[in-house]
C-alpha cells in the first residue's frame, strides 16, 4: 500500500505545455497557400473580356484556344456559345491584363489554320499545336465585341509598303491573295475588291511591299498578267508568257514608266486602271488630238480599232472607229473610218509656220499629204493608215460635210495595182482574139506540113550519107588495089631495057594511074569532110 502510494506521489502534471499539431495537416495547409498566391496572381493577370462573332467554330476549343498577337498568347477562349440569329458563334474570350491597349474599333481577329492552295501553304504549325486565333491590333475607340475576319487578312500589319487601288470592269480569277509583280519578281497582292454603285467598276485594294512601292509612279500602268498573252496586229505577232504561279492563280503586272521622275511616287492610295493585257499599256495615250473621217473605195479587210495612223513609220494617231454608210439615194455604200491624229511631233518641225493645229493639217494637205491603207504585217494581214505626200495627187482640202472634217485618201498599191490590171484586161478583151486564133492555127498547120516535109528530107539525106560511105569505103579499097597495081607495074617497068618502046608506053600508063588514083583520093577527102557534096556539090571556099 505504501509503495503504490509513493509511485502515485512521482507523478508530475504540467499545465502550461502547448498541443502539438499533427503532421496531417502540413501539406493541405500548403496546398491552400499555393491555391490563394494562384487565385491572387489570376486576380493580377486578369484583363478585359470580350467576346468574337465567327461563322463557325471549327478548331476552337474551351480553355485550349489561344488569342496571340505576334505569337505571344494575350488572352484564351473560355466559352462558345451559339447566337440567337442561328447563323453564328459568340466566341467569349479572356484577356490578360495589360493586353487592353489592343482592343480597339478597328482591331481585327481571325482563325489560323493549316490552309493548303494554289498559293502557297500556312499555318502548318497549328497541325501539332492546334488552332489559334490572331489579332491585328487598329485605331478608334475601346471596344469588347468584335466580327472575326472569315479569313486571315492577306498582309500582315508590320510589312513595310504602300496601299493602292485599281479599278477594272471585269474580275476574272482576281482574288484576295492574287500576287502583284513587277518584271517577274512577286511584290504585292491584292487585299480585297468592292463593287463602285455609281459607276459599275470594279476597285480592287492592292498593297505594293517596300522597296518596291516607290516603283509606283503617277503614270505607272497596270495589267492582268494571268495567262499567255498571244497579239496579232499590224507589227506581227507577239507571244508574252506570265510566270507559272500567275499562270495557275491569275496575276497583275506593272511596269514602272520612263516618263516620270523617279523621286515622284504616286501617292497611298492613288487610284489606277487595269489593262486588259500588256499590248494595251504599251499604246500610246493621245492628248489633244483633231477627229478625221476617212472614206476609202476599197475593201478595208484586215484594217481594225486601234490600228497605228503613221507618218513614215512614226505612230502619230490610232484608228478609232470603222462603219458602214449606204445612201438612200444612190445606194452607194461608203465606209467612214473615224480616226484621232495627235501633232506633237509635227509642230515640233513645223511650228513657226502656222500655230493652229487645223491650220496645220490644212497646209499639209494642200502640199500633197493623203491617207493610205497598206498592209503592216505579212503574215497577219493587218493594216495600218499612212499619211504620206502624193505632189502628183488631184488639189484637195478638208471640207466638213458630216460630224467630222473628211480627210483625203488615196487607193492603196494594191487597189492601184488592181485597177492597172482591169485597164490591161479591158484592152485585151477589145483585140479580135477569134481571128487571131484562127490565123494562129493555120500558121501551126502550115508548120506542121513544114516539118513533116523536113523529117522526110532529113531521112533522105540519111540514106544518101549512108552510100557515099559506101562510095568512099569502095573508093579506098579501089586506091588500095591502084597502089599494088603501080608498085607492081614498078617492078614490071625494071624488068623493061631502058629506052624501049614497051618501056615508054609502060610509063605513059603509070602517070595517067598515078593522076587517076589522086583524083580519086581528092574526091574521097572531099566526101569526108564534106558528105552532102553528094547531093548539092563541091562548096567555093
Do not use: C
Not at 118 to 139: H, M
Not at 166 to 195: C, D, K, M, P, Q
Request: charged fraction near 20%; glycine fraction near 6%.
Amino acid at each position: 500500500m505504501s509503495e503504490s502510494k509513493s509511485h502515485l506521489a512521482s507523478a508530475k502534471v504540467s499545465l502550461n505545455k502547448r498541443p502539438e499539431l499533427p503532421l496531417i495537416w502540413i501539406l493541405p495547409i500548403i496546398a491552400l497557400l499555393v491555391s490563394g498566391w494562384l487565385v491572387y496572381k489570376s486576380i493580377l493577370e486578369k484583363g478585359p473580356t470580350i467576346t468574337i462573332r465567327f461563322a463557325t467554330a471549327e478548331g476552337l476549343e474551351i480553355d485550349k484556344t489561344k488569342i496571340k498577337f505576334l505569337n505571344v498568347e494575350i488572352g484564351r477562349v473560355t466559352n462558345i456559345t451559339i447566337d440567337n440569329d442561328l447563323k453564328t458563334i459568340l466566341v467569349t474570350a479572356a484577356i490578360k491584363r495589360g493586353s487592353e491597349n489592343l482592343l480597339h474599333e478597328q482591331t481585327t481577329f481571325w482563325v489560323v489554320r493549316p490552309q493548303i492552295g494554289l498559293a502557297g501553304v500556312s499555318g502548318l504549325g497549328t497541325l501539332l499545336s492546334g488552332a489559334y486565333i490572331e489579332t491585328k491590333p487598329g485605331d478608334g475607340q475601346d471596344r469588347r465585341h468584335f466580327v472575326g475576319l472569315e479569313a486571315p487578312p492577306v498582309v500582315r500589319f508590320t510589312q513595310e509598303g504602300r496601299y493602292y487601288h485599281i479599278e477594272t470592269n471585269e474580275l476574272g480569277s482576281l482574288r484576295a491573295g492574287t500576287s502583284i509583280h513587277f518584271h517577274g519578281i512577286h511584290v504585292g497582292e491584292v487585299t480585297g475588291y468592292t463593287l463602285i454603285p455609281e459607276s459599275g467598276l470594279i476597285q480592287l485594294s492592292v498593297f505594293i511591299n517596300a522597296p518596291y512601292d516607290r516603283f509606283v509612279r503617277k503614270n505607272t500602268r497596270f495589267w492582268n498578267d494571268g495567262g499567255i498573252d498571244f497579239t496579232a496586229n499590224a507589227e506581227g505577232i507577239k507571244v508574252r508568257t506570265s510566270p507559272l504561279s500567275a499562270l495557275l492563280t491569275g496575276g497583275i503586272a506593272f511596269e514602272a514608266s520612263n516618263d516620270d521622275d523617279i523621286s515622284q511616287v504616286a501617292p497611298e492610295n492613288s487610284v489606277f486602271t487595269l489593262y486588259k493585257d500588256y499590248a494595251q499599256t504599251t499604246q500610246n495615250t493621245y492628248k489633244d488630238t483633231l477627229r478625221y473621217v476617212m472614206y476609202f473605195n476599197g475593201s478595208v479587210r484586215g484594217l481594225t480599232e486601234g490600228a497605228p495612223v503613221q507618218v513614215r513609220g512614226i505612230t502619230i494617231g490610232i484608228v478609232r472607229s470603222i462603219n458602214l454608210e449606204v445612201d438612200d439615194q444612190s445606194s452607194a455604200i461608203r465606209i467612214p473610218v473615224v480616226v484621232d491624229i495627235s501633232l506633237d511631233r509635227i509642230k515640233e518641225m513645223s511650228k513657226d509656220i502656222v500655230n493652229d493645229d487645223q491650220a496645220l493639217i490644212a497646209a499639209l494637205v494642200n502640199k500633197g499629204l493623203r491617207a493610205q491603207l497598206q498592209t503592216g504585217s505579212l503574215i497577219t494581214g493587218q493594216l495600218l493608215i499612212d499619211l504620206d505626200f502624193y505632189p502628183d495627187s488631184k488639189p484637195r482640202e478638208i471640207i466638213k460635210t458630216g460630224k467630222y472634217p473628211e480627210f483625203p485618201t488615196i487607193a492603196s498599191s494594191l487597189e492601184q495595182f488592181s485597177n492597172s490590171a482591169k485597164v490591161i484586161m479591158n484592152k485585151l478583151s477589145k483585140l479580135p482574139l477569134y481571128e487571131l486564133t484562127t490565123e494562129l492555127n493555120k500558121t501551126l498547120q502550115s508548120l506542121q506540113k513544114t516539118s513533116i516535109a523536113a523529117t522526110q528530107m532529113l531521112n533522105a539525106s540519111k540514106t544518101t550519107l549512108n552510100t557515099a560511105d559506101k562510095t568512099i569505103s569502095t573508093a579506098a579499097k579501089t586506091l588500095t588495089t591502084a597502089d599494088q597495081a603501080l608498085v607492081a607495074a614498078q617492078q614490071t617497068l625494071n624488068t623493061f631495057k631502058p629506052g624501049s618502046d614497051s618501056q615508054y608506053q609502060l610509063q605513059q600508063m603509070l602517070q595517067e594511074l598515078t593522076q587517076a588514083a589522086s583524083s580519086i583520093r581528092q574526091m574521097a577527102d572531099i566526101l569526108e569532110q564534106q558528105p552532102e557534096a553528094l547531093i548539092r556539090g563541091k562548096q567555093q571556099p
